[in-house]
């Protein structure tokens, strides 16, 4: 008998199509090769990664959560305003930052959890909340932290280390380290393994003995944790943070992770997939434009892709029920 060789997985498939896309920007531009726009790609991708990693857990229970875009602004400006205004140490101001994200996160959980709201108006109403939040605790004024040299800016060094001339992007690593624990979560621990049958089959899982609310409530609350690295991360990147902004951040995380191969309709999900879904968003959204395609054909390309990723994860769920 012959061997039927297995077909590849999505998370393999995507991070061919990573590949194949950094070699045809690289073959069509000769700006793209430079070492600076993969510093530009790197600096983009941090706190989408982040936010990727965090909602593959809600979105992998069967829901989602649309309010870590504005959050991470909300966060990031609280965190700063506390820093620069009100001198405290950067590390108190980061701290709060990540705590104003898991406080989110588990009020996101509490309402869809234990309120019963559908996970889509749950945290679009966070949502809009923290994008007035974030407002408010700026005063609607632009946040610096601390620049690169001034006392107070170590933590950038943990996104881009600068020797000399040469900036390096040792965030890369971290986020490496943090893909491989959490999927290490996800596929080897209790709260990974009840997530993913809280999403698979919700009526199973109290069955089960599961506590499903409690699990339900944990995996929006690791959404939140998430969105305050990332949020971390955006103030170690950029200058300065503006209120109001952050909208649309969240889709290009959740689309990420679905392409990554985090089902649409939940009950499975990988970590590392999301990681390189994201860079695929990343480098189109950086590429395009080295190839004459303005902003407006840049959306439409990269929403085409995320419906091809959706339609995939359909065609496969259909085929798997018909099996």
Known sequence: MKKTKKPLSQTAIVFLIVIALYIFFYAMSPNFRKYTTLLSILDYSYYIVLMAIGVTFPLITGGVDLSIGTGLICYSLAGG????HCGWPTWAGLLVTVAFGIVIGTL?????????????????????ITRGLGSIC????????????????????????????TKYPIGFLWVILIVLLMSFVLNHTKIGRYTIAIGSNKEAAKLSGINVKKYHILAYTISGLFA???????????ATVQPGTGAGFELEAIGG?????????GGYGSIIGSLFGVFVICLLKTGLPYIGLQANWQQIITGLVLVGAVLVDLLKNKKAAKV
């Open 228 to 238: 305050g690295l990332a949020a971390v991360a955006y103030s170690a990147v950029f």
């Open 257 to 265: 992770a679905i392409m990554g191969g985090v089902s649409a309709t």
């Open 81 to 84: 305003y506390l820093v620069i």
């Open 138 to 165: 700026s005063k609607n004024f632009g946040i610096s932290w601390p620049v690169a040299g001034s006392p107070g800016s170590e933590f950038r060094n943990f996104v881009k280390l600068a020797v000399g001339k």
């Open 108 to 128: 996101n959980g509490f309402i869809v959890a234990i309120m019963d709201l559908p996970p889509f108006l749950a945290t679009l109403c966070t949502c809009m």
